[in-house]
């Protein structure tokens, strides 16, 4: 009230731009919004926060596509045999066939991969592998090829090994027994054999193809085929020369990478 008598009893200060200045700066001063910022907030309008968009429907050809599954490579499963507990037999007075086999593994290993073929090893060391658990492991990777490697009685250098099955029960329904899981794979595993058994004999290298109701081999699902060193008689330990097992490796090798070339990946 008494800044608004002062106002009309001095007319002429109303008009006075400094004077008019100061009073509305005393104003503001003492108005409630500006002594708290907060409430000079709070006087604000509330907006209300703007609501997204949904997100665009999708077509249903586009929520039932599902993406292509990624097709497996092609490599081949070397399995040495026996291991860990089992020592496989004994050669020349000392030498333990699960050593032999191992390192036999890692040279035929090396020689696929120089032909452009990968290749993996289902044990790196010295563990114990069921049978049971070699074809499991084999068939969850869908391998192109399992070889089975072993290292027997001396003989004729090199025995080949395709997988033979005694009976094959029909299919029940959509599973496959398995003692003949082998049953769809029987020719292919016997066109690996052939090829492997004819580049050993090229190389001078004494080979037998044989076939036999092996184990892991006949429950395996893809090709499978078993590779056995045995030397000569005077030269049992010779099946662990680097040698020996270099010749059989490159020889093995090369009969995988004809039978791919004619078309056995599929």
């Known amino acids: 009230m008494r800044w608004t008598r002062s106002i009309r009893e001095t007319p002429l200060r109303l008009y006075n731009p400094c004077t008019t200045v100061v009073l ?15 409430l000079a907030q709070d006087a604000l309008p509330q907006t209300t926060p703007t609501q997204q968009s949904p997100p665009p429907q999708q ?19 070397i399995d040495p045999s026996h291991g860990g507990d089992d020592n496989g037999a004994v050669l020349g007075g000392k030498l333990l066939e699960k050593d032999v086999t191992l390192s036999f593994a890692w040279r035929l290993r090396s020689e696929l991969e120089n032909r452009g073929i990968a290749a993996r090893l289902l044990r790196e060391s010295d563990s114990t592998i069921s049978l049971e658990r070699r074809a499991e492991a084999a068939n969850a990777q869908h391998i192109s090829l399992y070889i089975a490697l072993h290292a027997g009685e001396p003989g004729e250098g090199v025995r080949v090994y395709a997988p033979l099955l005694l009976s094959v029960p029909p299919a029940a329904g959509r599973f496959i027994p398995w003692e003949v899981a082998q049953s769809g794979s029987l020719a292919r595993s016997k066109t690996f054999a052939s090829a492997v058994a004819r580049e050993l004999t090229k190389s001078g290298l004494g080979a037998a193809s044989l076939r036999a109701p092996l184990r892991p081999l006949n429950n395996i699902l893809a090709p499978a085929i078993a590779v056995e060193l045995a030397a000569n008689p005077e030269e049992e330990q010779a099946v662990a020369s680097a040698r020996f097992q270099n010749s059989v490796a490159a020889s093995v090798a090369a009969g995988v990478a004809k039978v791919r070339a004619q078309g056995g990946q599929q």
């Open 59 to 77: 077509s249903p050809a586009e929520q039932t596509a599902t993406p292509k599954p990624v097709q497996p490579e092609y490599f081949v499963l």
């Open 24 to 38: 509305l700066s005393c104003v503001l001063l003492l108005s409630p919004a500006a002594r708290s910022p907060q």
